[in-house]
């Protein structure tokens, strides 16, 4: 017998090879499937959810001194500075 691996080792060895690379490709599949559902499944930001900073704002209207209604999208370019008065 000569020393080293006989075909049947060898084959042994290929199909190990075989599957080792095949679930390393299943491993990377699932964590790119993974990490997109995880994405898609974000839950939206609820209305009363405050912002961040650095997020955009929600677009909405209000009226102004004059009676025209002003919506945030149409001063897209200004600075807007939103006022509420409270009343408590």
Request: charged share 25%; net charge positive.
């Amino acid at each position: 017998m000569v020393c080293g691996i006989n075909r049947v080792g060898r084959a042994i060895i290929e199909d190990m090879r075989k599957n080792l690379i095949c679930a390393a490709i299943l491993v990377c599949v699932l964590s790119v499937v993974a990490f997109s559902q995880e994405k898609m499944m974000k839950p939206e930001r609820s209305k009363t959810d405050p912002l961040k900073i650095g997020e955009t704002a929600p677009d909405f209207s209000l009226v102004d001194d004059s009676g025209k209604t002003v919506t945030l999208s149409n001063v897209k370019q200004l600075t807007v500075l939103v006022f509420y008065r409270g009343y408590w």
